[in-house]
């Protein structure tokens, strides 16, 4: 997964998979997303993303499986 932010327009760019997209839907009037043929998610922008997102800062943690 890629995440790009350009702060000229405060979008923020998420990439999922490198799938062509097959078709872009708007979720609301600052989010869409980009599938692939079958459905996929392959791509979502989010314009305003410090607004609508609350993308003041961003984080990532990956967690492990645990037998319960």
Do not use: C, P, R
């Not at 997209?21 to 989010?46: A, W």
Request: no cysteine; aromatic share 12%.
């Amino acid at each position: 997964m890629k995440v790009k932010y350009f702060s000229d327009t405060d979008t923020a760019h998420m990439e999922f998979t490198d799938k062509n997209v097959y078709e872009t839907k708007e979720i609301s009037e600052n989010i869409y997303i980009d599938i692939d043929e079958k459905g996929n998610i392959v791509n979502m922008t989010i314009e305003h993303a410090k607004t609508n997102a609350g993308l003041w800062e961003f984080s990532y943690q990956e967690m492990s499986h645990q037998a319960v």
